[in-house]
């Protein structure tokens, strides 16, 4: 069985936080609430792709997130 990912709730509103994949190449944890994210990170492999999730899921842990609030 694969090692589960833990993430934490967002460190802005508590809302849910879901690691996403875009165009196959880089990753990032979003709020499904608030919108909260961590930055992007690349990847080409396969191992490279588990280190990026891991790399984002321990920043979202730690808060290491961009937040845009209304009228920025």
Do not use: F
């Amino acid at each position: 069985m694969e090692n589960l990912i833990e993430l934490e709730e967002c460190p802005c509103c508590r809302g849910a936080g879901i690691l996403t994949h875009e165009g196959g190449w880089n990753v990032q944890v979003e709020c499904s609430d608030c919108g909260a994210h961590t930055v992007y990170l690349e990847y080409e492999t396969e191992q490279q792709k588990k280190e990026a999730e891991l790399g984002v899921a321990r920043l979202w842990n730690l808060g290491k997130v961009i937040k845009i609030n209304p009228g920025e």
